[in-house]
Structures are given as structure tokens and as C-alpha cells.
């Protein structure tokens, strides 16, 4: 690495964020030829040929909108994609929320730095988190320490990178469309198997004694603000830890004990069901045990807590059919045409399950997990593989970047 040098960005590229267009003013819109990129079109996409919305020539000249050039690095600055990146495969405008990086020296090839950029994603959202949600400042973007070799380095890491990454991508999407399979094969099951009780079906409050206090929602997100999260304290149960039949327990944030009893009234204690009510796929449903060791804390406010009443009902039984493609269809029928799929609390309370004696509740439930646990176990491996072929994508990046690839 004797040729390398380290290098802040600005000092080798023009950093400028996009702007937005005033939405009620038609001649920025109507009829506008020119591609306008929101943040959430960047996807580690090294070639962005495809938006959704347009402006015009009008907009451009009069507002705080610019037109990069095809070939622009462009970095998402903030919000639910903070950190995304991208390469304009054409001239296209952004909005204010995606910051383009251009080479102002030609110092540098774009997809060697899309490619550092990919390795520090995670440092750069540590650094840049602040408030409610990641906001990486263009100040900060500026002073990235980039370590920069001769161009012909450079050429020849990106074009070792695409080789591996391309295999390393094809067996990725191989793994996914087998995980996707093994779903589609335990939905199956689970359907049959729920279909059939069809005739018993009550509504999902009456597995409660007090449905009001057994089965809850997380607070408004007014109420639980990232900037309320503290390094320890107790969970908070998130969209992210909650799969079908598995908790994850990952990435798990905190909340004081005074915060947790502000929000007892959306708490949760070791052996309650929880479920997602927001994203696609929905519904997704596990038992949640000791998360790190502790009994109890708080869902989020997608989650919905729910306490059975375990003299009359089996959990496993009740996990299982939230999980089915039975129970997922009726979720479906009330998210019909919404882009971001979300169901309410009193439309889940009121979602039809088939209540059998408990007893044959177990029975259901030993016949259902028999048959589960094979695909589980399979899916299980197909998991780990993706995340170590993820993992091994993070490991050449770093191998590159320390001039040993």
C-alpha cells in the first residue's frame, strides 16, 4: 500500500444535496421529462436507470433541484434509508434527501469509492445517528477519510470485486428463492391444517380472559422516540426481532425503568405471543422468552402483544395459526392496495382462529410442529448460509480496502 494516500472526500469530489420542487405548483410537474430520485430508489444499485416521478426544466431552473450527471456516486442522507447508495446509470435530479458525489479531480473511479462507502455504512450511521432517525450532514460526508490508490489500483480492485461479488450475489438469490419455497411449503401446512377447523373459528380475543388488557398495541411513536433509547435498561420488542416462530435477538435497544413503567400499559413479560402488524409479510408471530436475560419491557409500535389464557388454550397452538396462510389471508383482506401493508389492533383482535379444547389444541399443535420442524430445521441452514455469504462480502471489502485482495 506504499502508493496509497488518505485523502478527505471533499477534497477530491463536489458534495451537493438535490431539493424538492414546490409539489402544488404544476409546471414543475406536469408533463416533466427530467428523472427526479427519491432516497428510498437508491438500493446499492451501481447503474439507477429506473425512477418513478419526473420534473421539469422549469423546476430545475427555478428551484432548489439540480441535474447530477450520469456516472454521479449519490449517497441517501437520511431516514429509513440513511446510507443507501447508488450510481446514476442517466442525468436524473434527486431529492434533498440524497446527497451527490462528484469527481472533482479524477482522482478517483465511482465504484471504488461506492465501494469503500458500502464498507463504513455501518460507522457512518453510528456517527451520524441523532434524533429520532440517522442524518448524515454533508459537513460529515466532506470529511470521510478516504484511502485512495492510483487509478489503475483502483480499476483493477473494482473489476476483482464485481467478479466475486457476481458469483457471490448469484448464490445469494439461489438461497433466497429455496427460503422462499420453504415458507410458501409451511404456509401450505399451516393452511390445511387451519383451513379445515374452519367451523370452529372464533374471534382471536376470545383465546383472551380480558381481550382490552390481553392483546395490545405499542404506544404512538410520539410516546417512544429513539432518543429515549439508553445502552441498558429494559427491551424493547421491535419489528426487527420478530420472525415466524423465532425471535431474533438482535440489535436490541433499551429503555430506562421509568420510561418502562410510563408505558406499562405496553408491556410485555417472558411467554407472551407478539406480532408485527406493519411490513410485508405480515403478521409475523413468536413466543418471546428472556430477551438477554431479563423478563419484561416494552413493544414497539408496530407490535401487538398478546397474553392467552393458558388454562383454556395452548400458545403453540395459537403461534401457529397467527403464522398460517389462513390467518395471513384475512390480514391481507384488510391491507388491499396499501404500499406499506398495516393492520389495526381491533381488526386483529376481531381475526377468526379455530378454538378447540385445549387439549386438542396440543394434539394440533405436536401433529403441526412434527411437521415444521424438518422445514425449520432447513431453513435455519439456508439462513446461516446467506449471512455468511453476506458476511463474506463484508470480509473481501475490508480485504480490498487494506490493499490485500
Known amino acids: 500500500m506504499s502508493k496509497w494516500k488518505e485523502v478527505k472526500l471533499g477534497e477530491i469530489a463536489f458534495t451537493k444535496s438535490g431539493g424538492t420542487p414546490k409539489r402544488g405548483f404544476k409546471a414543475y410537474w406536469d408533463n416533466g421529462s427530467i428523472p427526479w430520485l427519491k432516497s428510498g430508489e437508491l438500493n ?46 442517466k442525468e436524473a435530479a434527486t431529492n434533498q434527501a440524497v446527497c451527490s458525489i462528484q469527481n472533482k479531480k479524477g482522482l478517483f473511479i465511482e465504484e471504488f469509492i461506492f465501494n469503500y462507502l458500502l464498507l463504513i455504512r455501518e460507522d457512518i450511521i453510528r456517527d451520524s445517528f441523532g434524533g429520532a432517525q440517522p442524518n448524515i450532514s454533508k459537513s460529515y460526508i466532506d470529511n470521510i477519510k478516504i484511502p485512495l490508490p492510483p487509478l489503475e489500483e483502483q480499476q483493477r480492485i473494482v473489476a476483482k470485486l464485481d467478479g466475486l461479488f457476481e458469483k457471490i450475489d448469484k448464490a445469494i438469490s439461489l438461497l433466497e428463492e429455496n427460503i422462499e ?52 435498561g429494559y427491551p424493547i420488542i421491535r419489528l426487527q426481532n420478530v420472525d415466524r416462530f423465532n425471535f431474533k435477538e438482535k440489535n436490541i435497544k433499551f429503555v430506562t425503568e421509568e420510561k418502562a413503567e410510563f408505558l406499562s400499559s405496553h408491556s410485555y413479560v417472558s411467554g407472551d405471543i407478539v406480532m408485527t402488524k406493519l411490513g410485508d409479510p405480515l403478521g409475523k408471530c413468536c413466543l418471546v422468552e428472556d430477551v438477554l436475560g431479563i423478563n419484561r419491557g416494552v413493544i414497539s409500535s ?95 471489502l475490508d480485504q480490498a480496502f487494506k490493499g490485500e485482495l
Not at 444499485?45 to 456516486?73: D, M, R, Y
Not at 377447523?197 to 411513536?221: A, H, Q, T, W
Not at 382462529?353 to 425449520?376: F, N, S, T, V
Open 302 to 396: 408496530d407490535i401487538i402483544r398478546i397474553r392467552i389464557d393458558e388454562s383454556k388454550h395452548y400458545k403453540p397452538y395459537v403461534v401457529a395459526g397467527i403464522n398460517s396462510e389462513y390467518f395471513i389471508k384475512q390480514l391481507k383482506s384488510k391491507t388491499q392496495g396499501s404500499t406499506r401493508p398495516r393492520v389495526t389492533l381491533k381488526e386483529v383482535r376481531a381475526m377468526q382462529l379455530p378454538m378447540l379444547k385445549r387439549k386438542d389444541q396440543l394434539i394440533a399443535a405436536e401433529r403441526i410442529d412434527g411437521i415444521l420442524r424438518i422445514q425449520l430445521d432447513i431453513l435455519e441452514a439456508q439462513t446461516q448460509k446467506v449471512d455468511h455469504l453476506k458476511s463474506l462480502k463484508s470480509s473481501l
Open 44 to 89: 446499492d444499485n451501481k447503474s439507477i436507470t429506473e425512477n418513478s416521478e419526473f420534473i421539469t426544466e422549469e423546476a430545475i431552473q427555478n428551484s432548489s433541484a439540480k441535474l447530477f450527471p450520469k456516472g454521479s456516486l449519490l449517497l441517501a442522507m437520511y431516514g429509513a434509508t440513511a446510507g443507501k447508495l447508488g450510481i446514476l446509470g
Open 181 to 232: 419455497h420453504t415458507h410458501a411449503l409451511m404456509g401450505s401446512v399451516l393452511d390445511e391444517e387451519f383451513g379445515r377447523l374452519e367451523k370452529f373459528n372464533k374471534p382471536l380475543m376470545s383465546f383472551c380472559k380480558n381481550p382490552k388488557k390481553d392483546m395490545v398495541g405499542g404506544p404512538f411513536g410520539s410516546n417512544l422516540k429513539a432518543s429515549e433509547y439508553v445502552h441498558q
